[in-house]
């Protein structure tokens, strides 16, 4: 079945640092990809999504592209703040069927000053 | 903006009790869903209704059931709570199609004693 796999947390950064975050997935066919981002005692939101191979989503600052050939889909920000201090999902979605999204275990991101 | 609520933020109840978790979005979404957050396993969907009165098992659907009287609501019923369910519940909704979009609630963390 499709799966997501995200590099484990916390991610402990200073201010301006780049960020990565691992993101690999395993699904038949051609599956949609996301970020979704939950800041502290919120639900969660969309951040950004690809739709195909070699796509890049991007907003507020991060970027991701969907790299079929590895099956990743890695989150990347070149200077965060403290107030990117959050939890991470990456997620994909069949095509195909009913579209259930399939979540991540979650990466949690800690910005110091 | 579309917005999810979800009735309590915080919930304490003892085993065996029945208990019902209320989400009412304001975007007339088809789709509506109820999952559970647990530290290092990430999100795990219980149930969801492509339309009123529709529903279908996720993945952990046991000891669960729910009920869409209504577009707007969707509602999420223990029928005998127990320890392991301790658990954050998030309702999120999309649109029919929505292509991954879904909006979520804040959440309610449900504590069984």
């Known amino acids: 079945g499709n799966s997501v796999t995200q590099m484990e947390g916390p991610v402990t950064l200073s201010e301006e640092a780049f960020l990565t975050i691992n993101c690999t997935y395993t699904a038949t066919g051609y599956p949609s990809l996301f970020w979704y981002v939950q800041y502290p005692g919120e639900g969660l939101q969309l951040l950004l999504k690809?739709?195909?191979?070699?796509d890049k989503g991007s907003n507020k600052g991060f970027e991701a592209t969907y790299r079929k050939e590895t099956t990743s889909f890695h989150l990347e920000k070149g200077s965060v703040q403290v107030s990117d201090s959050a939890v991470y999902f990456c997620?994909?979605?069949?095509?195909?069927?009913?579209?259930?999204?399939?979540f991540g275990t979650g990466t949690r991101l800690l910005v110091s000053p | 903006d579309v917005k999810v609520t979800q009735s309590s933020r915080y919930l304490v109840k003892r085993t065996g009790e029945k208990v019902f978790l209320e989400c009412v979005q304001d975007m007339d979404h088809e789709n509506m869903f109820w999952y559970r957050q647990d530290p290092g396993l990430g999100l795990r969907l219980i149930y969801f209704?492509?339309?009123?009165?529709?529903?279908e098992k996720g993945d952990i659907p046991e000891g669960y059931s729910v009920s869409r009287e209504k577009k707007e609501r969707f509602s999420l019923i223990l029928e005998s709570a127990s320890t392991n369910q301790t658990s954050m519940y998030l309702c999120a909704s999309s649109l029919g199609q929505g292509g991954g979009k879904l909006f979520f609630g804040s959440g309610t963390q449900l504590s069984v004693l």
């Open positions: 209704s492509y339309d009123v009165k529709m529903k």
């Open positions: 997620a994909l979605i069949s095509n195909t069927g009913f579209q259930k999204l399939v």
């Open positions: 690809a739709t195909k191979a070699d």
